[in-house]
């Protein structure tokens, strides 16, 4: 597994440009790259800024504080978190940083099921392109394509038919 790092430095695009450990050589980073690029700290703690975007030439908060990250072998919960809080650059940052696509709550609630449950679209389809399984079951019983149909999330249910057909 690749080295972990505390800063994820992400493109507007969602590539991920470099991980570090010092904040300011993030924040520069994230500057030389330009506007729109995102630094998460994944080590970030209650009332602390995980999400900071280029605005304007500088480094601002994106308004998504921290929880009580940082944990041993607790990486997979941190991604359940940051799909909860449905922040794209935050996601990937726990997965560079090597959570599983798959991670499951205490409720076998998958991230791809908290995904579709919070309507967001760009995370499902990052998690299916990361190799998520998209037929998995949680402790009801129910898929990722179940919760959209009942949530009526027609645009992500679309999504994971794709998937479950395996046409891309």
Do not use: C
Request: net charge negative.
């Amino acid at each position: 597994m690749a080295k972990q790092h505390r800063f994820y430095v992400i493109a507007p695009d969602g590539r991920v440009i470099v991980g570090l450990d010092i904040p300011g050589a993030a924040e520069a980073a994230a500057i030389d790259h330009g506007e729109g690029t995102f630094v998460v700290d994944t080590l970030a703690k209650n009332y602390q800024p995980m999400l900071q975007v280029v605005m304007d030439g500088e480094v601002v908060i994106a308004g998504v504080s921290g929880w009580d990250t940082g944990k041993p072998d607790m990486l997979d919960r941190d991604l359940i978190e940051a799909v909860k809080r449905g922040k794209l650059p935050i996601v990937i940052a726990f997965l560079e940083k090597g959570a599983s696509v798959n991670a499951r709550d205490r409720q076998g609630g998958t991230a791809l099921h908290w995904a579709v449950g919070g309507g967001h679209p760009e995370i499902v389809s990052l998690l299916l392109e990361r190799g998520a399984d998209a037929a998995a079951k949680d402790s009801h019983g129910l898929t990722p394509l179940d919760v959209a149909r009942r949530r009526k999330r027609e645009d992500i249910a679309a999504i994971l038919e794709k998937a479950l057909s395996g046409t891309s």
